[in-house]
């Protein structure tokens, strides 16, 4: 069990769980590495901002964590006090259950990390999927400034931004001319996301136009191809032929057909639970949902 637990993934071969604890008793934040075998902690992957006079442990806060088949595990660290940077952090996942950093990248980058006049901006989803035989790491940043990355992580030592992707390797939501939106729905902030093998994008949104929903969005990141409407959603998995989507309330995982978006099944989970469903994964035919 992690307290406030936000970020979350499972290795794809069900040995190990990610969890990214916020705030937790330990005041240490980062991603606890769980090992399901022998039921026990491995590894806590954290970052250490080292600010001077910060109310709280200057940690970075990892809310979006995803993990490949080649046993790495990508994780988004937004700066403790919010300001001007998010970074991508990857590391290896190692026989004895620990995690080593082969990357540290700023995804985001403006002035001075931590400046409280600079821009306020933090980090939800991150996913990452095998296209051909390259890897692709998406990053999305929120708050003042939102934008959806994508990095080549082929080498995960050395992530580049894929160029071919949005306008040079991103959407900027933000952006004044951006043009990735659906009918009345623009993107006010980006939650969670799941991507599929061929690069299409499901990205929770809350929009402008105050409703919730879930956009589609181009392979490419040219376009929004359809908006899937649904109040309360906060994360999204595509598996088989279906959405399952968890509400930010924590009171269930709705489960939608992907292509009538209609409503198919509800599984209701208790408050015992917790009180907002961030992540939902399906590995080895079997739902995990944080």
């Known amino acids: 069990c992690t307290v ?7 290795s794809p071969d069900g040995r190990y769980l990610y969890m990214g604890t916020l705030n937790g008793g ?12 022998k039921c026990v902690v ?40 919010n300001y001007n940077i998010v970074n991508l ?27 409280e006049g600079g821009i306020k901006v933090g ?5 990452v999927v095998k296209i051909g035989e390259k890897y692709y790491c998406y990053v999305m940043t929120n708050y003042d400034y939102d934008a959806l990355y994508c990095f080549d992580v082929t080498d995960p030592g050395s992530p580049k931004l894929n160029k071919d992707f949005g306008q040079g390797g991103c959407i900027i939501f933000s952006d004044s001319s ?3 939106a659906g009918n009345n729905f623009t993107l006010d902030e980006g939650q969670y996301m799941d991507v599929d093998d061929d690069g299409t994008i499901w990205l929770v949104v809350n929009s402008n136009e105050g409703s919730d929903g879930i956009m ?75």
């Open 26 to 37: 330990t005041g240490v934040r980062g991603a606890v590495v769980y090992d399901t075998q």
């Open 123 to 127: 980090v939800n989803g991150v996913d």
């Open 178 to 180: 951006n043009t990735v």
């Open 4 to 10: 406030n637990m936000r970020g979350f993934a499972m």
């Open 89 to 115: 952090g990857i590391a290896q996942q190692k026989d004895d259950g620990t995690l080593e950093e082969v990357a540290f990248e700023a995804a985001y980058e403006f002035g001075a990390p931590g400046d």
């Open 42 to 81: 491995t590894d806590l992957y954290y970052h250490y901002d080292g600010e001077a006079g910060l109310e709280g442990s200057p940690f970075s806060y990892a809310k979006g964590i995803a993990a490949d088949d080649r046993g790495y595990v990508y994780v988004g660290f937004a700066f403790s006090k």
């Open 216 to 290: 589609k969005i181009a392979p490419d990141g040219s376009a929004c191809a359809d908006v899937v409407s649904l109040k309360g959603v906060y994360c999204v998995e595509h598996e088989g032929g279906y959405l399952l989507c968890g509400l930010r309330d924590g009171s269930a995982v709705v489960v939608l057909d992907d292509t009538t978006y209609e409503t198919v099944a509800t599984i209701p989970l208790t408050a015992e639970y917790g009180d907002r469903i961030t992540r939902i994964q399906i590995v080895n035919d079997i739902l995990f949902v944080s």
